[in-house]
């Protein structure tokens, strides 16, 4: 009798998420830089707050780094779609909190968006 030995799943939460989210077109890997800004991994080009929308979709326990990941979308100006993972919840009203930008708060389909005012 051949019996498969099961491996046991890392981040199968966080890994299930993720590879929805890719099927649905959140290809881009994002970073928040020192200084705000939110960076492509991919091709390093960086976007100011007035640039992007990012909303926070989930919140997943890491196994690795053994702490919380916030998992984001984030969708520019320019129509690249991706995702940023966190232990932080990054929003645009945290980091236009430097540069006075309001923004407000829209609950969606279970997420919370947050969009410029006016």
Not at 21 to 30: P, R
Not at 60 to 70: L, P, V
Not at 89 to 94: K, L, S, V, W
Request: aromatic share 10%.
């Amino acid at each position: 009798m051949n019996q498969q030995k099961s491996s046991p799943t890392v981040n199968g939460n966080l890994t299930r998420k993720v590879i929805m989210l890719h099927n649905q077109g959140y290809d881009c890997d994002f970073s928040i830089t020192t200084d705000k800004r939110v960076l492509c991994l991919q091709d390093n080009r960086s976007f100011s707050i007035s640039e992007i929308f990012i909303k926070v979709i989930d919140l997943c326990f890491d196994e690795i780094s053994r702490s919380y990941k916030y998992i984001h979308t984030v969708e520019t100006c320019f129509g690249d779609k991706g995702l940023l993972i966190d232990s932080c919840i990054c929003i645009n009203a945290f980091l236009a909190h430097q540069s006075g930008c309001p923004w407000d708060i829209v609950k969606k389909n279970d997420a919370v968006e947050y969009r410029r005012a006016g």
